[in-house]
């Protein structure tokens, strides 16, 4: 069965206290890994897309990197404006399906 | 511009009642669909349709309905035949590998 884990459930950092976010999947043929972060009360806004190990994509503070079992959300020097839910999400071989994970809830405390 | 629009935004409904969530997309996507998230859990696809005239069930399809009748509508009907609707109710359309979603509606039943 199709899986996708995230960890920690919550993380607490400092602004600036650099960390990672974690996301282990199972899936019948990976096509495509995903991450959102959504704000509360919000829809997920997209931030990556991941296709195969070894790719790494980078948007201001966020790094994403994916391996053939997880893929990592690094934070550099996180503000306070980085708080929100993080989302991962794996697509499969099944067509037009994203499974998702339960979230990391980040707090940037200033 | 461009986007997903639902309404209504809260929704508040007494048990026994059929509601209608709205969603409309002017993205010119084929493909819709409808996810619950709860508390602490990830989101949970209900319905998802790929093109005018057909969907399909996603995990969660009991006692909720759909129809699609035009490519920009995809609405959703909570039927009394949920037992559990009270719920963040998010609308996601589908191009490229990539969703984009709509603000979401939250439904509480009273």
């Known amino acids: 069965e199709d899986q996708v884990t995230q960890s920690p459930e919550a993380l607490r950092l400092q602004e600036g206290e650099s960390s990672s976010l974690n996301c282990s999947y199972t899936v019948s043929g990976l096509r495509g890994l995903f991450w959102y972060r959504q704000d509360p009360g919000k829809g997920p806004e997209f931030l990556f897309t991941?296709?195969?190990a070894g790719e790494e994509k980078e948007k201001e503070r966020l790094k994403a990197t994916l391996t053939k079992k997880e893929s990592f959300l690094h934070i550099t020097a996180p503000k306070p404006e980085d708080s929100a839910t993080y989302l991962c999400?794996?697509?499969?071989?099944?067509?037009?399906?994203?499974?998702f994970g339960q979230g990391t809830e980040l707090s940037v405390k200033p | 511009d461009g986007g997903i629009t639902q309404s209504p935004k809260y929704l508040f409904r007494k048990e026994g009642q059929n509601v209608t969530l709205s969603c409309e997309q002017n993205l010119n996507h084929d493909a819709m669909y409808w996810y619950r998230q709860d508390p602490g859990q990830g989101l949970r696809l209900i319905y998802y349709s790929q093109i005018v005239n057909d969907f399909q069930k996603g995990d969660i399809a009991e006692g909720y309905s759909v129809s699609r009748e035009k490519k920009e509508s995809f609405p959703l009907t909570v039927t009394s035949a949920q037992k559990n609707p009270t719920a963040f109710y998010l609308c996601?359309?589908?191009?490229?590998?990539?969703?984009?979603f709509g603000e979401g509606s939250r439904l509480t039943v009273l």
């Open positions: 999400a794996v697509g499969n071989n099944q067509g037009g399906k994203l499974i």
């Open positions: 991941l296709y195969s």
């Open positions: 996601a359309s589908l191009m490229l590998g990539e969703l984009f």
